[in-house]
């Protein structure tokens, strides 16, 4: 059984650098063709894909978000990270990690979410 949890702030400050780690168990992040998402759900919205990292360690960024977003692993830890620059109060959001097999498929685990606040 795959389980991913995020880790990080709950509060992060305006202008400042959001970052989150998310663990995973039960299986390998450098397993062939699984790619590993940082998801985003603002409040009253619906989801937001921020980007990936994929088995090889190649990234995929939102272009949206693409100048603020940095994905990065640790396979020694079997870990991914998000770091997200410049932070305003429009990036407090539940920040999801997800699992899936190939890009553009149905993601098949999910962390349980973690919220992050942007306020001074």
């Known amino acids: 059984q795959v389980q991913l949890q995020e880790s990080g702030p709950g509060l992060v400050k305006p202008s400042q650098t959001l970052s989150l780690t998310c663990t995973v168990s039960g299986g390998s992040i450098t397993t062939d063709y699984y790619y590993w998402s940082w998801i985003r759900q603002p409040p009253g919205k619906g989801l937001e894909w921020m980007g990936a990292?994929?088995?090889?360690?190649?990234?995929y960024y939102s272009p949206s978000l693409k100048s603020r977003t940095s994905i990065s692993r640790d396979t020694s830890k079997n870990q991914f990270t998000l770091q997200l620059s410049s932070v305003t109060p429009e990036d407090t959001a539940v920040y999801y990690c997800?699992?899936?097999?190939?890009?553009?498929?149905?993601?098949?685990?999910w962390g349980q979410g973690t919220q992050v606040t942007v306020s001074s």
């Open positions: 990292i994929g088995y090889s360690g190649s990234t």
């Open positions: 997800a699992r899936e097999y190939g890009m553009g498929n149905d993601y098949d685990y």
